[in-house]
């Protein structure tokens, strides 16, 4: 469930489930937690559901005060109060868009950005979705200079441009077009630039090749040429830097 922590209160003067100090930072946090129930542990997440904030508590007492929709949780050491933000039970959510960003995509807009923990479908438009809500066939990773979910299903063309002219990073400058509907075809333009026309998004780096792993997963498309091309260039890369 998609909470905000109200407040985080010391309970014990010798905690047992916990081995550092009360949580001052977490008081209006937006957080997942994906279980919540008396007797088991819970862990409280990042809204993106990747990073903890706490460890594994052990929930001694749980209430639910359903007309303000606030948990009261007690463990060995504190009591945990958080809002609960999502219906219960939640309603399933339309995944429509293929990218979801943490922050915009543009540095303007990046910088008056205030985040809720909700995504930006496409890198520009707010939503109620977190990251939670998305299915596993989303990577997650470094793409357009922030941090984002991009789908892997449903792909239909994939294009992997290497770069040959520096060999201080093995797939840094290298692109992987990504299209969900038009096959993807080379432009040249009039200052001889060569480019791409038809695709979706793009990745780079260490990235390229997670997302061909969920690509194998979830989408008929023939990864086998790509992969065969990233080799070329991890055998070029070794030539010239070794085993560093």
């Not at 542990?41 to 559901?49: G, I, K, M, Q």
């Not at 915009?104 to 496409?122: K, M, N, Q, V, W």
């Not at 086998?224 to 085993?243: H, L, Q, T, V």
Request: hydrophobic share 35%; net charge negative; charged share 30%.
């Amino acid at each position: 469930m998609n909470v905000i922590v109200d407040s985080v209160k010391l309970i014990s003067d010798t905690p047992r489930d916990v081995k550092f100090a009360l949580f001052e930072d977490l008081p209006g946090f937006p957080g997942y937690i994906p279980k919540l129930k008396k007797g088991e542990v819970f862990r409280l997440y990042d809204s993106n559901a990747i990073t903890a904030r706490t460890p594994e508590l052990l929930a001694v007492e749980h209430t639910f005060d359903a007309q303000t929709r606030r948990h009261t949780v007690l463990t060995p050491a504190y009591e945990f109060v958080f809002q609960q933000m999502d219906e219960d039970p939640p309603k399933k959510k339309r995944i429509v868009a293929k990218l979801y960003m943490e922050t915009p995509i543009g540095r303007r807009a990046f910088e008056e950005y205030h985040s809720d923990g909700t995504l930006l479908a496409h890198g520009h438009y707010k939503t109620k979705i977190y990251a939670s809500d998305l299915p596993p066939w989303f990577l997650y990773g470094y793409m357009y200079k922030r941090h984002g979910f991009m789908s892997a299903k449903d792909v239909k063309y994939l294009l992997y441009k290497p770069n040959y002219h520096f060999d201080n990073h093995l797939f840094k400058y290298d692109t992987l077009f990504i299209s969900y509907e038009k096959p993807i075809i080379p432009m040249t333009y009039d200052d001889s630039f060569d480019w791409f026309d038809g695709y979706d998004y793009v990745l780079d780096g260490n990235a390229m090749e997670r997302f061909l792993d969920l690509v194998d997963q979830y989408s008929d498309c023939d990864t086998s040429s790509i992969r065969a091309e990233m080799e070329k260039k991890k055998a070029w890369y070794k030539e010239r830097n070794g085993d560093k």
